[in-house]
């Protein structure tokens, strides 16, 4: 069965390109979502002033890789105990965040978080709420890190955070 579910845990760069080539994902898609306004801008966002958080639209079929597993690699991609940062990105736009499409999404993401939480020492504090809007990053955003590896920002900061999750669930990957 086909899904969608909106993740963000700081840049989304790091997020799609941990989402990315896994199987059953057919779409991972930057954006914003959580906010106040609409259609914002990049610019807008970063301000941080939009109540906006970045994040990924993921769409993926729940026969061939489950909510719950699809959750657990979303987890892995970044430190969910950090609030309204992410390593040096640091505001509300890059907090950790579920945005559910429905009852089963809520249910399986604070499943997913009382599970994991003994293997962190601080307290999750992943927002899981309602989602109410997404709206599409700028295209330049759209596969980020796929065609811009050589980025300082990517080779120091997504590289590693997708080499971390590969080495967790590279069975995962196509």
Known sequence: MR????I?????????????????????????????ISNPTYEQV???NTGHAEVVRVTFD???IPRRILLEVFFTCHDPTQL???GNDIGSQYRS?????NEEQKLEAEAVIKYLQPNFVDDIVTEVSPLI???????YHHDYFAKNPE?????????????????LHGNLYE
């Not at 989304?12 to 906010?35: D, I």
């Open 133 to 139: 809007n997404f709206f599409d990053a700028e295209s």
């Open 8 to 36: 963000g845990g700081g840049c989304f760069w790091c997020v799609e390109g941990a989402m990315k080539n896994l199987r059953g994902v057919s779409e991972v898609l930057s954006g914003y979502s959580g906010g106040e």
């Open 97 to 101: 965040c579920v945005f559910y499409s």
């Open 62 to 64: 729940t026969e061939i």
């Open 151 to 167: 980025n300082p920002y990517c080779r120091m900061v997504v590289s590693p955070k997708i080499a971390k999750v590969r080495a």
């Open 3 to 6: 899904e969608q579910i909106v």
């Open 46 to 48: 970063c301000r941080g």
């Open 84 to 86: 309204n940062r992410q």
